[in-house]
């Protein structure tokens, strides 16, 4: 599966982010519909990206926990995805929706974040992207849900 463009772009991304030190413990698990990329990163905190080529889809699992679907917290997290793909987004912090599509995804009450690469081609620009989009989701949790921040990742509310 390692021979995949897609899996092999997406690995490229994210061994220069551990390689400049932003993620550590990287590792890569092979599984029957794609790829599992491993590594800790912010807070602390363990991180899976999962690449599924078929699907052309990247996904942040499990980023948070606790979230109940419909709830306000969970309508203004969907509110703010949609809003990255905007005309008047700066670019660097901008999904570009001709190249790929975010969203959130809730089971059992826990978010998932993916990116679905509109080609192959894309990986390289997606991987990036879901990456800064992720530490832009949690600058945001962090203003904006600082007590659900607190209670589910002991971050301090200042």
Known sequence: MMSDQSVVAADAVLKDYATRGVFQDYRVEPRKSGVD???????????TLSCEPKQRRLALLDLLPNVEANSLMHKEIKAWLKGRAAADVPEHRRVDPARARA?????????????????????DYCTRKIINLTHEFFLFMNEYWADYMWENFQMNME
């Open 37 to 47: 990329f491993h590594f800790g990163w912010l807070y602390g905190q363990p991180f």
């Open 103 to 123: 969203a959130v995804r809730l089971r059992d009450g826990t978010l998932s974040l993916t990116l679905a690469a509109q080609s192959d081609a894309d990986y």
